[in-house]
């Protein structure tokens, strides 16, 4: 298969739909790839039209980002390469200057990342978790800096509230600073929570949402299932004892959406994956859904998660099982209340018409 490239949020990065997560680079952390096998994944993304690569600072404690620097400069790929990296984890026990979001560890782990990938500037830098001290406005002056001293290309967020990102974007365009370009947030069927806020406000202020974890940690996959353990070593198997919200996938609900998740991919002879894969893709305001693998049939599998379509009655029986629970306020925004506001008329943004998608394709015309 050959990606289409799209513009990331209101930025001129051009980047494909399927992003190459490199968490998986590396066994430090109980499972992932050996460098022989995360090599094969490079290869085979890159061969089906891939060019966006995310990392971190903080994966399998550095050797991430020091294979992935060492994979492009082998094959040659640094100008076609897009390299998303994080940054505010602390892997140093002690020193709370080490970690977060302040400008003291920004430019820190700037240099850090520079030099484990090998580049001397990196095309989307990216808050990695949301610290509850830094305002905003030094994270955004601090990331606009290294924009205009050429470390970094393109500004993003992940893990982070609504609000947050909000006030970030507000100072970044009162300011004249880089704005937020991508924000980087779990999206799945299992966890669809961000289509309150985020999904809304990255549609209409810029902010292209990269999805990580779009198949639950392998929950969706069909790997796990209610009534079995898995036991080789799986990332959620491992984990099993973790605290940390992002491996809490084993619940009664989760089964219900992979049961009703497995009958569509076999009326559609797609696996689980590439169904569960193929529809977080085509939800509105998503611009990359990050693929992680172990091993070179699952990234095989999961690049072919783009090359079919969900019939509608289909992708209603996904998006029904799936759908979240609309707390307040959220509750008061549907049409019960709506109606109110608009004395029973239909109310529209615009015409469907008003702006059609725009969508560049011929072929190459260089000179030779």
């Known amino acids: 298969m050959?990606?289409?490239?799209?513009?990331?949020?209101?930025?001129?990065?051009?980047?494909?739909?399927?992003?190459?997560?490199?968490?998986?680079?590396?066994?430090?952390?109980g499972w992932g790839a050996e460098k022989e096998t995360a090599s094969a994944l490079v290869d085979?993304?890159?061969?089906?039209?891939?060019?966006?690569?995310?990392?971190?600072?903080?994966?399998?404690?550095?050797?991430?980002?020091?294979?992935?620097?060492?994979?492009?400069?082998?094959?040659?790929?640094?100008?076609?390469?897009?390299?998303?990296?994080?940054?505010?984890?602390?892997?140093?026990?002690?020193?709370?200057?080490?970690g977060g979001n302040g400008r003291k560890n920004i430019m820190r782990a700037v240099e850090g990342s520079l030099k484990r990938l090998g580049t001397d500037y990196i095309d989307l830098y990216i808050l990695h978790a949301w610290d509850r001290l830094t305002?905003?406005?030094?994270?955004?002056?601090?990331?606009?800096?290294?924009?205009?001293?050429?470390?970094?290309?393109?500004?993003?967020?992940s893990d982070v509230p609504a609000w947050y990102a909000s006030r970030a974007q507000s100072v970044a365009e009162h300011r004249g600073y880089e704005p937020v370009s991508a924000l980087q947030l779990e999206y799945s069927l299992a966890e669809r929570n961000i289509e309150h806020e985020f999904v809304p406000f990255g549609t209409r202020y810029g902010a292209g949402i990269m999805v990580w974890s779009p198949l639950a940690s392998g929950v969706l996959s069909g790997k796990y299932r209610s009534d079995t353990i898995v036991k080789d070593g799986g990332r959620l198997e491992t984990m099993r004892g973790s605290t940390n919200p992002g491996f809490q996938k084993f619940t009664d609900r989760n089964w219900q959406i992979v049961a009703e998740l497995e009958t569509v991919a076999a009326q559609l002879g797609r696996s689980m994956a590439q169904v569960?894969?193929?529809?977080?893709?085509?939800?509105?305001?998503?611009?990359?859904?990050?693929?992680?693998?172990?091993?070179?049939?699952?990234?095989?599998?999961?690049?072919?998660?783009?090359?079919?379509?969900?019939?509608?009655?289909?992708?209603?029986?996904?998006?029904?099982?799936?759908?979240?629970?609309?707390?307040?306020?959220?509750?008061?925004?549907?049409?019960?209340?709506?109606?109110?506001?608009?004395?029973?008329?239909?109310?529209?943004?615009?015409?469907?018409?008003?702006?059609?998608?725009?969508?560049m394709q011929g072929a190459f015309a260089g000179v030779s």
């Open 2 to 29: 050959t990606m289409s490239y799209y513009t990331l949020g209101n930025s001129g990065l051009r980047v494909t739909q399927l992003a190459l997560g490199t968490m998986t680079f590396g066994t430090e952390w």
């Open 135 to 157: 305002p905003p406005e030094e994270v955004m002056r601090t990331l606009d800096d290294l924009v205009r001293a050429g470390k970094i290309r393109h500004v993003g967020l």
């Open 44 to 98: 085979a993304y890159v061969e089906a039209g891939g060019n966006f690569f995310d990392t971190a600072d903080a994966y399998t404690g550095g050797t991430s980002e020091i294979w992935l620097g060492e994979f492009i400069a082998e094959r040659g790929l640094r100008d076609k390469a897009v390299i998303s990296t994080k940054f505010s984890m602390n892997l140093e026990q002690g020193n709370p200057n080490a």
């Open 276 to 359: 569960a894969l193929n529809w977080t893709a085509n939800r509105p305001g998503i611009a990359s859904v990050i693929v992680g693998a172990t091993t070179l049939d699952q990234l095989k599998d999961n690049l072919g998660a783009l090359n079919f379509d969900i019939p509608e009655d289909l992708r209603a029986r996904l998006d029904a099982v799936s759908r979240p629970v609309t707390p307040f306020p959220y509750s008061f925004f549907g049409p019960e209340i709506q109606g109110g506001l608009t004395g029973g008329q239909a109310v529209g943004d615009k015409p469907a018409s008003y702006l059609p998608d725009l969508l």
